[in-house]
């Protein structure tokens, strides 16, 4: 089977797509040293809808696709999660602002042995952290609720 | 063989640069920026096995 690959990275089952202008082609030969030989691309899981195909990731990375792909996930929910500068955080940490949202509550996942000492009473740092909680209890994805997904 | 591979690892590196490029200059700078991190770590990943393909020439 040959496959393309498009400019913008997607790689598509040849038979089932037209070229286009900047495409690579993939012959059955490439196609198999890439596939039975290196195992550096692989079909996607529903390939028969979606017609694509991946670089592979290496067996000792995938825990830190798992993250990525968790980190995207709460990008996408909460897209503005990751905008707050530290200063807006240290804000609240010194005003004591009751009404936290959700752009600012991620970020005490990396307090949350400190909470206190950042200055907030036992109640508040259980309040908030049950709320950090919740927000991460996130369908699929909860079993990497203990993880870090920061960004480097 | 070895052209084909060596053209599909070239068409990768600069697919890969041009990928780079419009993801840099099309984001905004604030927010974007995170998710910009996201797919430069995830192709980084995917690209992972280029070297492998490079040690077969």
């Not at chain 1, 830190?64 to 707050?84: G, M, Q, T």
């Not at chain 1, 004591?96 to 509550?105: E, H, M, R, S, T």
């Not at chain 2, 990928?19 to 980084?44: A, P, T, W």
Request: charged fraction near 35%; glycine fraction near 2%.
């Amino acid at each position: 089977m040959a496959l393309r690959i498009r400019k913008n990275g997607d790689i598509l089952c040849a038979a089932n797509s037209k070229p286009k202008k900047g495409d690579r082609y993939i012959d059955d030969d490439l196609h198999y040293i890439l596939t039975a030989f290196t195992e550096s691309i692989r079909p996607s899981k529903t390939i028969e809808e979606d017609n694509l195909w991946f670089w592979n990731i290496k067996p000792d990375m995938l825990e830190h696709l798992a993250d990525i792909e968790f980190c995207r996930h709460i990008v996408n929910r909460y897209p503005k999660a990751y905008s707050v500068k530290n200063s807006n955080l240290n804000e609240i940490v010194k005003n004591k602002i009751k009404n936290i949202d959700f752009n600012c509550l991620i970020q005490f996942d990396d307090y949350r042995e400190n909470m206190e000492e950042l200055g907030f009473t036992p109640v508040e740092s259980i309040l908030i952290l049950n709320e950090l909680d919740r927000v991460l209890k996130i369908k699929d994805f909860s079993e990497y609720k203990n993880k870090k997904w920061k960004i480097k | 063989m070895e052209n084909k591979i060596k053209d599909l690892l070239e068409f990768q590196r600069t697919a890969t640069e041009e990928i780079r490029y419009v993801l840099n200059n099309s984001i905004d700078k604030e927010y974007n920026s995170v998710k910009f991190k996201i797919l430069e770590e995830e192709l980084q990943l995917r690209n992972g096995f280029i070297s492998d393909l490079e040690n077969l020439l």
